[in-house]
């Protein structure tokens, strides 16, 4: 299957404004499942503004939240797919670029030194794009995440010495958690890398805390305390916009990478509740839209 630059650049417009505008399913059924178990009134009533708020964005055609965030672009190439690399990431950064000037959306995209704002959501070394591989046969997925500043200021690394031990881990989130409190915008997903190094550490949390509500981690032991660390943030009180209640998390994620022997490193990165993503699938049969 050989895919078509014009096609990705076309899907990569299409990602960022419905990531914008559309909460994916799993998301919602997550504030569902909050609402029914909170017990702080003025969280329920929060949680229910939260809720009107996605209602009216999508009955609006509006934007879920006004931050744009830092649009990431995660893309796995399947077996049998013929796609030029460079290409596509150009493409990818074009499609970017016309979604903010066509629609239009607020840049939230700066010069980190002049602060320079071009309005296009883009700059050095942004979007962000990830290209990995899978073994989906003439499968091509494009999935894009628009990152907000209020969860993404609250990331936290931690090299943990390995004799302190599992305990370790679960105290540094918990700490991370009570230190972001209701700047993330909670309910939040916490997501927390295990392992590797410094930046594939990171970049786990990252992983873990964009993954899709009810996915679990493909390690028992990490899928465990996922178990473990959602009951346990959701004791802290924290509440959704920080303002007390039962519902600090939709919930905790896990990703692992084997480590040093000398090394334990931890991770830890947050999504608010407006846990925005959108997907495109290319096939034979052409695009398809999703979460």
Same mark, same amino acid.
């Given at each position: 299957?050989?895919?078509?630059?014009?096609?990705?650049?076309?899907? &990569?417009?299409?990602?960022?404004?419905?990531?914008?505008?559309?909460?994916?399913?799993?998301?919602?059924?997550?504030?569902?499942?909050?609402?029914?178990?909170?017990?702080?009134?003025?969280?329920?009533?929060?949680?229910?503004?939260?809720?009107?708020?996605?209602?009216? &964005?999508?009955?609006?055609?509006?934007?879920?939240?006004?931050?744009?965030?830092?649009?990431?672009?995660?893309?796995?190439?399947?077996?049998?797919?013929?796609?030029?690399?460079?290409?596509?990431?150009? &493409?990818?950064?074009?499609?970017?670029?016309?979604?903010?000037?066509?629609?239009?959306?607020?840049? !939230?995209?700066?010069?980190?030194?002049?602060?320079?704002?071009?309005?296009? !959501?883009?700059?050095?070394?942004?979007?962000?794009?990830?290209?990995?591989?899978?073994?989906?046969?003439?499968?091509?997925?494009?999935?894009?995440?628009?990152?907000?500043?209020?969860?993404?200021?609250? !990331?936290?690394?931690?090299?943990?010495?390995?004799?302190?031990?599992?305990?370790?881990?679960?105290?540094?989130?918990?700490?991370?958690?009570? &230190?972001?409190?209701?700047?993330?915008?909670?309910?939040?997903?916490?997501?927390?890398?295990?392992?590797?190094?410094?930046?594939?550490?990171?970049?786990?949390?990252?992983?873990?805390?964009?993954?899709?509500?009810?996915?679990?981690?493909?390690?028992?032991?990490?899928?465990?305390?996922?178990?473990?660390?959602?009951? #346990?943030?959701?004791?802290?009180?924290?509440?959704?916009?920080?303002?007390?209640?039962?519902?600090?998390?939709? #919930?905790?994620?896990?990703?692992?990478?084997?480590?040093?022997?000398?090394?334990?490193?931890?991770?830890?990165?947050?999504?608010?509740?407006?846990?925005?993503?959108?997907?495109?699938?290319?096939?034979?049969?052409?695009? !398809?839209?999703?979460?």
């Amino acid at each position: 299957m050989k895919v078509d630059p014009q096609a990705v650049e076309e899907a &990569a417009r299409e990602l960022y404004i419905r990531a914008l505008k559309i909460l994916p399913p799993d998301i919602k059924d997550g504030f569902a499942r909050l609402t029914a178990g909170e017990t702080d009134h003025t969280a329920q009533r929060v949680l229910a503004t939260m809720v009107t708020n996605i209602r009216v &964005a999508e009955d609006t055609h509006n934007l879920l939240c006004q931050d744009t965030g830092i649009p990431i672009y995660n893309v796995l190439i399947g077996r049998g797919v013929e796609v030029d690399g460079h290409a596509l990431k150009q &493409a990818i950064r074009k499609g970017c670029e016309r979604a903010t000037r066509e629609h239009p959306l607020r840049s !939230s995209v700066v010069h980190p030194l002049t602060r320079r704002n071009e309005h296009t !959501s883009c700059g050095i070394g942004v979007p962000v794009i990830h290209v990995d591989f899978s073994d989906r046969s003439e499968e091509l997925q494009i999935e894009m995440v628009p990152k907000g500043s209020g969860s993404e200021n609250n !990331s936290f690394l931690k090299m943990a010495i390995p004799a302190e031990g599992v305990d370790a881990i679960k105290t540094f989130v918990v700490d991370c958690v009570i &230190a972001a409190g209701g700047k993330t915008c909670p309910p939040t997903i916490v997501g927390v890398g295990i392992g590797g190094t410094s930046d594939l550490c990171v970049a786990l949390a990252k992983r873990a805390a964009t993954r899709e509500l009810g996915s679990r981690c493909g390690d028992p032991e990490g899928a465990k305390i996922e178990e473990q660390l959602s009951a #346990a943030v959701n004791r802290l009180g924290v509440g959704p916009q920080g303002l007390g209640g039962d519902s600090t998390a939709f #919930a905790v994620h896990v990703e692992l990478a084997a480590t040093h022997i000398t090394m334990n490193p931890v991770a830890v990165n947050m999504q608010c509740h407006s846990a925005r993503r959108a997907t495109a699938t290319f096939t034979p049969e052409g695009v !398809s839209f999703g979460f």
